[in-house]
């Protein structure tokens, strides 16, 4: 992969008229107050031309600051600009987050970007297009309704036209944004809806420059750096001179306990590494807590206690009650490309191309770690190899950042290894739930109790002691204190509170400030184990009500969009109240509503169990979903399949593994994932489209459903409820024996 394109406001000018990309992020106080709220990012950044832009030359460009992490969403854009502004889809290009080109929209996560930046680029084109409608009829001196748009152009009644490119020479679009659109009505949609196949994937399948790991400049350097042994281990010695003359060594960088070699070619940088890990000697101090003892390390951790929810009436109580403890492990990202990134430092100004899911944070812990202005700082987003959350990402750019400060006008390329994604980056963290519940005569749920025991899910990146480098230097970054995420959206407490209608109901949230792992965001945060939770305690109370699980959900849901999914799911699944299904086979059920705000999901399962070994594997998978008005039902698809093959992995396989000193999952044998001949041999999903309701994340959606559906499966096929992940092999055999 080349260096990507570089545009800046005097290219574009020189060019001759255009729109020009700019950003106003904030209007006056007054102003503020009275406005009403502008639709999705645009809120932040109100400018259209800050997310449309249209050249003389006739060239479309549409900008969003989020990070395509393998989404899709760069095709949904891409096709949202081009149904609005009614040109061929092919006839623009969407730009992806870059501090010097595309607005801050923050990170890209928790299934935000249809819905805060999708949102702006709808409205931003309806506006765009209305605005370029009303200067050809000023021109053509013919009403605006009597006018028609198609292939990027205007056309009047008598067949004259004016390009979009001749209409915005006086850059009429750097105007803001209004509250409301003029959006089309879906029913005349021809790019929004249709399948249109995803624009990032022909370079992924035939072996194209696709990713980070990619890049090659021209004069690029490699560099590899030598992690820690452990945590809070410092380093004590580390004679580098033989290693400062092995063949194609460049130079080693050293600040206090960042340490890293770089050379000509990559092979040369990983040899040195290897030299340069043996020479340092290190003094190691971290205890870690016993790991079998995981639950009850968590609990009896200082924690901060909330109660997030409270529901009273004192007329309903129970008659059968049931309680139940469900524990997570912390699980890595898994990352199947370990992180990259690339750094050129050239005239005080520092380039990172990196696959951060936040260009504008990770920018200014990077300004700040090497103590440099923001504004001499760009960071440039491109795809990474199968990254999503915060994984080394972030990292990898800081050690990118600082290893080029010392290599002025070389690029430089950080590559991590293998072991070394495995054992430093943030894990998703470990949780405990504890559930108890109890049933009137009739059976329904007359009073639930929810406790959840987690950290933040987030230590992202926004000052320098998030960055691994900077807490390594000689002049080190203390990490910041975790915080808990505001509900509505949670981190921890993500999905505690049921989307259930219950008459009595308390949801605890105990936050814990300090983990003994390295943790932060791993996708649907605190959701994935909750939604395990709530969903397999149902299906254990509707098995104490002697009710059929998906009628019992039923039972409890007042939300009619949930319900049309819960009854599709099962509809499709060909689901009925006491089916037998074949010897050593279960059905399961699961469903929820990302953060009780996001798209709705509902998924039934098939499982087979093999009783001689306890391997479990997931035989097939019907999901039903509703993330609102469809843009690309390909991309809707995509997401809810890859969540499904990704939450089997999480629930059947994984966990970081770690004795008192050390973390030891640092590959695929100690840290096993799902493998090809355990994917399902079928994944169905169908999408209940909203025409003309707004745009519902999907990305993050079906984690914990399928988590659950699985469990409760398993639970079907062998009589067995397990409680806590991973659902191992070994887990589901000793349930059996017992």
């Given at each position: 992969?080349?260096?990507?394109?570089?545009?800046?406001?005097?290219?574009?000018?020189?060019?001759?008229?255009?729109?020009?990309?700019?950003?106003?992020?904030?209007?006056?106080?007054?102003?503020?107050?009275?406005?009403?709220?502008?639709?999705?990012?645009?809120?932040?950044?109100?400018?259209?031309?800050?997310?449309?832009?249209?050249?003389?030359?006739?060239?479309?460009?549409?900008?969003?600051?989020?990070?395509?992490?393998?989404?899709g969403?760069?095709?949904?854009?891409?096709?949202?600009?081009?149904?609005?502004l009614?040109?061929?889809f092919?006839?623009?290009?969407?730009?992806?987050?870059?501090?010097?080109?595309?607005?801050?929209?923050?990170?890209?996560?928790?299934?935000?970007?249809?819905?805060?930046?999708?949102?702006?680029?709808?409205?931003?084109?309806?506006?765009?297009?209305?605005?370029?409608?009303?200067?050809?009829?000023?021109?053509?001196?013919?009403?605006?309704?009597?006018?028609?748009?198609?292939?990027?152009?205007v056309?009047?009644?008598?067949?004259?036209?004016?390009?979009?490119?001749?209409?915005?020479?006086?850059?009429?679009?750097?105007?803001?944004?209004?509250?409301?659109?003029?959006?089309?009505?879906?029913?005349?949609?021809?790019?929004?809806g249709?399948?249109?196949?995803?624009?990032?994937?022909?370079?992924?399948?035939?072996?194209g420059?696709?990713y980070?790991?990619?890049?090659?400049l021209?004069?690029?350097?490699?560099?590899?750096?030598?992690?820690?042994?452990?945590?809070?281990?410092?380093?004590a010695?580390?004679?580098?001179?033989?290693?400062?003359?092995?063949?194609?060594?460049?130079?080693?960088?050293?600040?206090?306990?960042?340490l890293?070699?770089?050379?000509?070619?990559?092979?040369s940088?990983?040899?040195?590494?290897?030299?340069?890990?043996?020479?340092?000697?290190?003094?190691?101090?971290?205890?870690?807590?016993?790991?079998q003892?995981?639950?009850?390390?968590?609990?009896?951790?200082?924690?901060?206690?909330?109660?997030?929810?409270?529901?009273?009436?004192?007329?309903?109580?129970?008659?059968?009650?049931?309680?139940?403890?469900?524990?997570?492990?912390?699980?890595?990202?898994?990352?199947?490309?370990?992180?990259?990134?690339?750094?050129?430092?050239?005239?005080?100004?520092?380039?990172?191309?990196?696959?951060?899911?936040?260009?504008?944070?990770?920018r200014?812990?990077?300004?700040?770690?090497?103590?440099?202005?923001?504004?001499?700082?760009?960071l440039?987003?491109?795809?990474?190899?199968?990254?999503?959350?915060?994984?080394?990402?972030?990292?990898?750019?800081?050690?990118?950042?600082?290893i080029?400060?010392?290599?002025?006008?070389?690029p430089?390329?950080?590559?991590?290894?293998?072991?070394?994604?495995?054992?430093?980056e943030?894990?998703?963290?470990?949780?405990?739930?504890?559930?108890?519940?109890?049933?009137?005569?009739?059976?329904?749920?007359?009073?639930?109790?929810?406790?959840?025991?987690?950290?933040?899910?987030?230590?992202?990146?926004?000052?320098?002691?998030?960055?691994?480098?900077?807490?390594?230097?000689?002049?080190?970054?203390?990490?910041?204190?975790?915080?808990?995420?505001?509900?509505?959206?949670?981190?921890?407490?993500?999905n505690?509170?049921?989307?259930?209608?219950?008459?009595?109901?308390?949801?605890?949230?105990?936050?814990?400030?300090?983990?003994?792992?390295?943790?932060?965001?791993?996708?649907?945060?605190?959701?994935?184990?909750?939604?395990?939770?709530?969903?397999s305690?149902?299906?254990?109370?509707?098995?104490?009500?002697?009710?059929?699980?998906?009628?019992?959900r039923?039972?409890?849901?007042?939300?009619?969009?949930?319900?049309?999914?819960?009854?599709?799911?099962?509809?499709?699944?060909?689901?009925?109240?006491?089916?037998?299904?074949?010897?050593?086979?279960?059905?399961?059920?699961?469903?929820?509503?990302?953060?009780?705000?996001?798209?709705?999901?509902?998924?039934?399962?098939?499982?087979?169990?093999?009783?001689?070994?306890?391997?479990?594997?997931?035989?097939?998978?019907?999901?039903?979903?509703?993330?609102?008005?469809?843009?690309?039902?390909?991309?809707?698809?995509?997401?809810?399949?890859?969540?499904?093959?990704?939450?089997?992995?999480?629930?059947?396989?994984?966990?970081?593994?770690?004795?008192?000193?050390?973390?030891?999952?640092?590959?695929?044998?100690?840290?096993?994932i799902?493998?090809?001949?355990?994917?399902?041999?079928?994944?169905?999903?169908?999408?209940?489209?909203?025409?003309?309701?707004?745009?519902?994340?999907?990305?993050?959606?079906?984690?914990?459903?399928?988590?659950?559906?699985?469990?409760?499966?398993?639970?079907?096929?062998?009589?067995?409820?397990?409680?806590?992940?991973?659902?191992?092999?070994?887990?589901?055999?000793?349930?059996?024996?017992?």
């Amino acid at each position: 992969m080349t260096a990507p394109v570089v545009l800046d406001r005097r290219s574009v000018l020189a060019g001759g008229g255009a729109l020009i990309v700019s950003f106003s992020l904030r209007r006056a106080a007054a102003q503020e107050q009275k406005d009403p709220e502008l639709p999705g990012s645009l809120a932040k950044t109100p400018n259209l031309d800050s997310w449309i832009r249209i050249d003389a030359d006739g060239q479309i460009t549409a900008f969003t600051g989020k990070a395509e992490l393998g989404q899709g969403f760069r095709t949904a854009f891409q096709q949202i600009a081009a149904e609005q502004l009614d040109i061929p889809f092919d006839a623009l290009k969407v730009i992806t987050a870059d501090t010097k080109l595309t607005a801050n929209e923050g990170y890209t996560s928790g299934s935000h970007s249809m819905q805060d930046s999708g949102t702006a680029i709808l409205h931003a084109a309806a506006q765009a297009h209305a605005l370029l409608v009303a200067e050809a009829a000023k021109r053509f001196e013919v009403p605006p309704d009597k006018l028609r748009t198609e292939n990027a152009a205007v056309i009047a009644p008598d067949g004259r036209r004016l390009s979009y490119g001749e209409l915005v020479a006086a850059d009429m679009l750097h105007v803001q944004a209004q509250p409301t659109s003029g959006l089309k009505d879906p029913a005349s949609f021809k790019v929004m809806g249709q399948p249109v196949p995803r624009v990032d994937i022909p370079a992924k399948v035939t072996g194209g420059a696709a990713y980070v790991q990619d890049m090659r400049l021209p004069g690029m350097v490699h560099a590899r750096v030598v992690r820690p042994p452990s945590y809070g281990a410092q380093l004590a010695e580390c004679d580098t001179a033989a290693i400062e003359k092995m063949p194609g060594v460049i130079g080693i960088v050293r600040d206090g306990n960042f340490l890293a070699v770089v050379a000509e070619k990559e092979f040369s940088a990983v040899k040195a590494m290897h030299a340069l890990s043996a020479a340092a000697k290190w003094r190691e101090s971290t205890k870690l807590p016993n790991q079998q003892d995981l639950a009850n390390v968590l609990t009896a951790l200082p924690s901060q206690d909330f109660a997030i929810f409270q529901r009273n009436d004192p007329s309903v109580s129970g008659v059968r009650s049931l309680e139940a403890t469900y524990t997570r492990p912390y699980q890595s990202h898994g990352s199947i490309g370990p992180s990259c990134a690339v750094a050129q430092f050239v005239d005080g100004a520092m380039t990172v191309w990196t696959h951060t899911q936040g260009v504008y944070p990770d920018r200014q812990a990077i300004a700040e770690m090497l103590g440099m202005p923001q504004s001499s700082v760009r960071l440039i987003h491109v795809e990474g190899s199968g990254c999503y959350g915060h994984n080394g990402a972030d990292d990898a750019a800081a050690d990118a950042a600082l290893i080029a400060r010392a290599l002025p006008g070389r690029p430089v390329r950080v590559q991590w290894m293998r072991e070394q994604e495995h054992g430093w980056e943030p894990y998703g963290p470990a949780m405990v739930t504890k559930l108890s519940a109890s049933l009137d005569g009739s059976g329904k749920i007359a009073d639930w109790n929810f406790a959840v025991w987690s950290n933040t899910h987030s230590m992202r990146p926004g000052g320098a002691g998030s960055l691994l480098a900077a807490q390594h230097m000689a002049r080190s970054f203390a990490v910041p204190a975790p915080k808990p995420l505001p509900l509505p959206e949670g981190g921890g407490d993500r999905n505690a509170i049921p989307i259930y209608n219950f008459p009595n109901a308390h949801v605890m949230h105990h936050f814990i400030p300090a983990m003994p792992l390295r943790i932060s965001a791993m996708r649907a945060l605190g959701a994935y184990h909750n939604v395990f939770s709530i969903e397999s305690f149902m299906d254990e109370l509707a098995g104490l009500a002697g009710t059929d699980p998906v009628a019992f959900r039923l039972n409890h849901l007042d939300d009619a969009r949930g319900r049309a999914v819960v009854e599709k799911a099962a509809g499709e699944f060909g689901w009925m109240h006491g089916q037998k299904p074949p010897q050593n086979r279960g059905y399961g059920f699961a469903f929820a509503r990302y953060k009780n705000l996001a798209a709705y999901c509902a998924i039934a399962t098939e499982v087979e169990v093999d009783p001689e070994t306890g391997r479990a594997r997931l035989v097939r998978a019907v999901a039903a979903v509703d993330a609102g008005q469809v843009v690309n039902p390909d991309g809707i698809t995509n997401q809810i399949e890859g969540a499904i093959v990704q939450s089997v992995s999480w629930t059947l396989y994984e966990s970081v593994t770690f004795d008192q000193a050390r973390i030891t999952s640092i590959d695929w044998q100690t840290y096993p994932i799902l493998r090809f001949d355990a994917v399902p041999d079928s994944i169905a999903v169908h999408i209940i489209n909203r025409p003309g309701q707004p745009f519902l994340g999907s990305g993050e959606t079906g984690q914990g459903p399928a988590a659950a559906s699985l469990a409760n499966a398993i639970a079907h096929a062998t009589g067995k409820r397990l409680r806590d992940l991973p659902l191992s092999r070994k887990r589901i055999k000793d349930a059996i024996d017992a």
